[in-house]
C-alpha cells in the first residue's frame, strides 16, 4: 500500500496529476485543496491501484458485512482525509519544499485497521504464509511502516499511519456509541435521512387512544420473506444492526 509523491511524468499527464496530487507546499496546496479529496482517488502505476483496489474489496466487504455498506464510504473518506491532514502536517514542520501524494493506500489501511480493531481473531489467508489472524496483519502493517521512514516513501508512509489511527480511533468510539461517520452516513445514505425522520415524527405524534380494542389477526409469518428482509438488513447494515430476537430467529433458521 504505498503512496506515491513526485513521479516522473510530463505533458498532459503532468498537467492532470498536478489538479488531483495532494500538494504539501501551503501556497499551492491553497490553490488547489481539492487535492485533500482528489488525491485519494488518483492512482500514477498500474500495479499501484491494482494493488490498492484488491485490498479495498476485501476488507471493503468484510467491514460492510459486521458494520454495514453504508459506513464503507464515510470511512474511506475519514481515512484519507486524515492520512492527507498528517502528511500536511509532517511536512510542513519538517520540509520546505512542494511535495505532492496521490494514492489511496491511507483509507485502504484505515479500513483493514477498522476490521482489524473490530474483530481481532478473524483468520484472512495470506499466499505463501497460510492463515493470519486481522490483529497481526494490521500490527505487521503499522511495524512495517515506522522501520521504513526514513528509506524513501515517507509521504506514504506518514498517510499509512494516518489512517491507521483513524481507522482503530473510529472503532473504538463506535463501540462507545459514538460514529465519527454520521454526518456523511447520513449524508450518502437516504434510508439513513428517511428513518431519522420517521423517527422524529413517531416521537411528536401521540395518536389519541381509542375505547375500543381491536384485535387484528395475525397473518401467519412467510419464513422466506423475512429471512430475505433480514439478509438484505445485514447486507446494508452489517450483522451488528440485528436485535437479538433477530439473531435468534436466523439462528434457529439455520438449525432447521
Not at 511502516?145 to 498517510?159: H, L, M, T, V, Y
Not at 491507521?164 to 473510529?170: K, N, Q, R
Request: positive net charge; charged residues 15%.
Amino acid at each position: 500500500m504505498i503512496a506515491y509523491f513526485v513521479p516522473a511524468i510530463a505533458g498532459v499527464d503532468q498537467l492532470i496529476y498536478d489538479q488531483v496530487a495532494l500538494h504539501t507546499f501551503l501556497p499551492v496546496f491553497i490553490t488547489k485543496p481539492w487535492g485533500l479529496i482528489t488525491y485519494m482517488f488518483s492512482h500514477v502505476e498500474i500495479f499501484h491501484i491494482l494493488f490498492n483496489m484488491l485490498n479495498l474489496y476485501f476488507f471493503g466487504n468484510l467491514f460492510r458485512s459486521f458494520l454495514g455498506n453504508h459506513r464503507v464510504l464515510p470511512l474511506y473518506l475519514l481515512g484519507g482525509l486524515i492520512g492527507g491532514l498528517a502528511y500536511l502536517l509532517v511536512f510542513n514542520i519538517f520540509k520546505t519544499s512542494d511535495y505532492n501524494m496521490v494514492g489511496a493506500s491511507a483509507s485502504v489501511v484505515a479500513i483493514l485497521v477498522a476490521c482489524a480493531t473490530k474483530i481481532p481473531n478473524y483468520e484472512v489467508g495470506l499466499m505463501f504464509i497460510g492463515s493470519v489472524r486481522l490483529k497481526w496483519l494490521a500490527l505487521a502493517v503499522v511495524v512495517l511502516d515506522f522501520i521504513s521512514i526514513g528509506k524513501g516513501n515517507e509521504g506514504g508512509i506518514i498517510a499509512h499511519l494516518g489512517g491507521a489511527l483513524f481507522g482503530f480511533l473510529y472503532i473504538k468510539m463506535l463501540d462507545n456509541g459514538t460514529d465519527l461517520a454520521q454526518p456523511l452516513v447520513w449524508l450518502f445514505n437516504r434510508r439513513v435521512r428517511v428513518e431519522a425522520m420517521q423517527s422524529r415524527t413517531r416521537r411528536s405524534f401521540k395518536p389519541k387512544k381509542s375505547p375500543l380494542k381491536v384485535v387484528k389477526s395475525q397473518p401467519e409469518e412467510n419464513k422466506q420473506l423475512r429471512l430475505d428482509q433480514l439478509l438484505d438488513k445485514i447486507n446494508d447494515r452489517g450483522m451488528e444492526s440485528l436485535s437479538p430476537e433477530e439473531k435468534a430467529w436466523l439462528q434457529n433458521m439455520s438449525q432447521e
